[in-house]
């Protein structure tokens, strides 16, 4: 048996994220039956993350085992023909067999992105639509406040329960170009929904609606409704990840 | 009443192209569906052109008529709140009542959109997928020899019948950026499914398997089978309508 590491990428828009459900249609089931048409065989396909429900993914790693024989050009070639347009295989390789997509990874960087202005069809597909620009200088600045290990229990949705809430932020930026803004920011990991909220609370933040500071009071009081809306998944990108 | 002009976009993927047909969504009902729930009537829109299924716009425009005291920007802003993400208007102007969104058109600019090397899932939707290269000096060759005053009856699908099949070509051009290849054409008027196979004759073109005159076979001989393929609806924006 060798162990298989994929880069894919994906538009998340038609699926219930990455990881199996029943009763829904997600990244992780698509990958896998698509293996099966492929090598005939249908191994668990372990991801890097778990990605939410309309979440898009630039770069994605996951891992599976198969037998030695199959030569990993079945996993480009291959499977890209057989996958659906919005799913595609990028990368193949051979990894160590103890090599895990999920353990192994040191850091993710996401972009959430918006865009405001006239209305665009081709980007309302993967932005948040503003009716108007919110102050960018003022965004990077709350921005700033963010760096460093926190515990991000404030800026996570009741969902999935962790114990560990603590985070380290190593980078967190604010970029526009033309009528787009990016949201950008990576750390060593993310607790469920972190991304939406801190990307909501800037906007609110950039909006004038919340106080440049108010990262501090979240993280003293670990309070929620202190941080600003979950925005919505169409926006959201994972878009690296550091092994 | 007054003459509305509206300047509207959106991505066909979801659509049976413009025209209102039963059993079927298109961009036409939906725009209808809008009016009715913002100004409680159901105006005829008519529009500048028929696309087809899939086919995509990014400047479209079309008419109607309406009372005069409903405030243009009912169309603009309340429209834009009840119309589905992929279809959004962009502008509106009161224009005179003879103006007709048809029949003022002078002329039109389309672009197929094309992509090589690695699969992209956000590319995906809106170009064709190529697994390699063509030669773009070659394409654009062939190109210049559509420039003018032809008759496209070779270029064009049987589906519609017109009585007139010449057209004249004011500007041709293949341009490639990164791993995208943009086809633009413009001319004074398209017959059925003539850019997709004006398009897909310049891939041939470009990768070496129809001859760089070709073009000028067709219009002698008007034998669509020695044009090439008609590609696929997802690569093709209507791009510029000029009146």
Known sequence: MKRILLKISYDGTEYHGWQTQPNSV???QVLQDGLQKVIKERPNVTGCSRTDSGVHAREFYCHF???????NKAFLMGLNSVLPDDI????CETVENDFHARYNAKGKNYIYRMYFGVRDPFLSRYALYLENKPDIVRMNEYCTTLLGKHDFIGFSSSGRTVEDTVRTITYCEVKSVDNTIEFSVSANGFLYNMVRILAGTAL????GRLALDCANTIFETGDRSKAGPTLAPNGLFLNKVYY
Chains 1, 2 share one sequence.
């Open 88 to 91: 595609a295989v990028t990368a």
């Open 26 to 28: 997600t990244v992780q």
């Open 204 to 207: 609110e933040v950039g909006r």
């Open 65 to 71: 085992d198969c037998p030695d024989n199959i030569p």
